[in-house]
Every structure is written in C-alpha cells, then in structure tokens.
C-alpha cells in the first residue's frame, strides 16, 4: 500500500506559476513511475505529465509541453509538478499517481494503482 499526500495548487492568474509537489509513503519510491493527471468538471481524468523511477524519462501531453515539467526526489519520497505561463483552461483538480514497478513510463491512468487525494488548480483570465 502506498499512501500519497499532495500540496501546493491554488488561484493564480493567467500566465501566472504554481507548483505541486506529492510526498509518497513506502521504501520502494525510487522503483515507482510517477505522474500527475487532472480532472475537470465534467470530464474525465487527462494525462499531464510522468517521470520514470529513476528520473530519466519524462512524457507530457501536448497541453503541458513547454510549460510544465516534472521532476523527483527520490531521496524524499516526493514528485513535484512545476506549471509555468497557466492557462484559464489548466483549471481542474490535480492528481499525483504511482504506477510500480513499471519499466517504461506510462500515460494511461489504468496503470496507476495508487492516488492522492487531488489538489485544486483555478487560473484566471
């Protein structure tokens, strides 16, 4: 069982930064692929963004490319999801996720098998 706790998010501007960070319990975190998905009302959960467990892949959606970038600690058990220049449409609620022991990094939420409690995100225009 891995337990996730998230931070961070908030209201902020457009054009505006945020950062997300995502602490996760256990002694195997160096061998779990992170990602972080969000979800706005009424539709359903969206890749953003994944890190392999070593930290050396990283995938985004197309949304995400260039503005936002994820990173990890694997000395602190943490991921942390850096949003640059948000958009009006980045509003949604933000999830951290771990998908263990996955040699690649994946990008669909059926290979997640834990996540956090989300965080909400709201950019204004």
């Known amino acids: 069982q891995v337990q996730l706790v998230q931070s961070g998010g908030g209201l902020v501007q457009a054009g505006g930064s945020l950062r997300l960070s995502c602490a996760a319990s256990?002694?195997?975190?160096?061998?779990?692929?992170m990602g972080w998905f969000l979800q706005a009302p009424g539709k359903e959960r969206a890749f953003v963004a994944a890190i392999s467990d070593s930290g050396s892949n990283t995938r985004y959606s197309d949304s995400a490319e260039d503005r936002f970038t994820i990173s990890r600690d694997n000395a602190k058990g943490t991921v942390h999801l850096q949003m640059n220049n948000l958009k009006p449409e980045d509003t949604a609620i933000y999830y951290c996720?771990?998908?263990?022991?996955?040699?690649?990094?994946?990008?669909?939420?059926?290979?997640?098998?834990?996540w956090g409690q989300g965080t909400q995100v709201t950019v204004s225009s």
């Open positions: 256990g002694r195997t975190f160096s061998r779990y692929a």
């Open positions: 996720a771990v998908a263990p022991y996955r040699p690649y990094v994946p990008v669909n939420t059926a290979d997640y098998d834990y």
